[in-house]
């Protein structure tokens, strides 16, 4: 058992905790915000008992082999962070939950940065598998190769990023759809609820199950050139968010949080809404093909590229 210490006991870091040591190891719980603290440490410890916490770093962290940062997204205190876990903990493998910010940014003022590597977790971390572990500029290989060993232990499907990319693989996929699906209601071509019956009954009833290279290489590499020949010079590639989206922030119609943004979310509706996506999530994962090559026989599992 190794002893894990979570810094930032905000949602993810909650739900990571609660992975670790649902595999029964002792973690130790940080967060500067002591009724952050106390909340997540009484939450995990109905189900979990292997959780303390502390709000002074250096309690938390004393001993630790691995420390997983989940501290608000912001560079220099993520920066100030791994700069004071260098200096208290000279052994331990040190891994950001950053979603986009760059992991050698965050690792720059560590004495040791080989063993500094971003493991970006999905919400909800208990159920999504994927953990994304990204290697920054000075990310040993050794480091790489033990968070992967690790998170695969824990039943995680760890993926590795070789490169110390803006928003690694998962978040790049993501916000280029995000991009054209603000374009297209922005430019009038359909209403926002048009996109969202689209997506949700289209390629999102088809992603689970193949994913966009797999899915190329199906309906022919050919076809897809010539798909790509007449489409892409018309997808919106704004280097900026939208206008559109600039204004909604603007006006304060920032979404669920404030009961407006694209739809309107009328009280209690975001709660239902993370509460279905969760249940979905977990429907899904129990028919879902169990091993990364997919499963079903005939199904590719070559990687020649
Ligand atoms: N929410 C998501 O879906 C999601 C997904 C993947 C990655 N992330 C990343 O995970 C990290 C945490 O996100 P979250 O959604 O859990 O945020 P959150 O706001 O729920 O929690 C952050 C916690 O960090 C604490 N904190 C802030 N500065 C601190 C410091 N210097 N030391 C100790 N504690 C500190 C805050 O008090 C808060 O409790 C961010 O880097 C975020 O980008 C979030």
Known sequence: MLTVAVVGAGLMGRG??????????????????????????????????????????????????????????????KRDLFARLDGLLPEALLASNTSVLPVSAIAERATRPERVVGTHWWNPPHLVPVVEVVRGEYTGEETMERTTDLLASLGKLPVRVERDVPGFVGNRLQHALWREAVALVEHGVCTAETVETVVRNTIGLRLAAMGPLENADYVGLDLTLAIHEAVLPALDRSPAPSRLLRDLVAAGDVGAK???????????????????????????????PDTPDGGPDGRPTGHPH
Request: glycine fraction near 12%; avoid cysteine.
């Open 16 to 77: 990571i905790a609660g992975v670790f040591a649902g595999a029964g190891h002792p973690v130790r719980l940080h967060d500067v915000d002591a009724d952050a603290l106390h909340r997540a440490v009484d939450g995990l410890r109905g189900s979990e008992r292997p959780v303390d916490g502390s709000t002074d770093l250096a309690t938390a962290v004393s001993g630790a082999d691995l420390v997983i940062e989940a501290v608000t997204e912001n560079l220099p205190a």
């Open 258 to 288: 404030s009961g407006r943004g694209f739809f309107t979310w009328p009280h209690g509706s975001r709660e239902r809404a993370g509460e279905g996506l969760a249940r979905h999530i977990a429907r899904q994962l129990a028919t879902a």
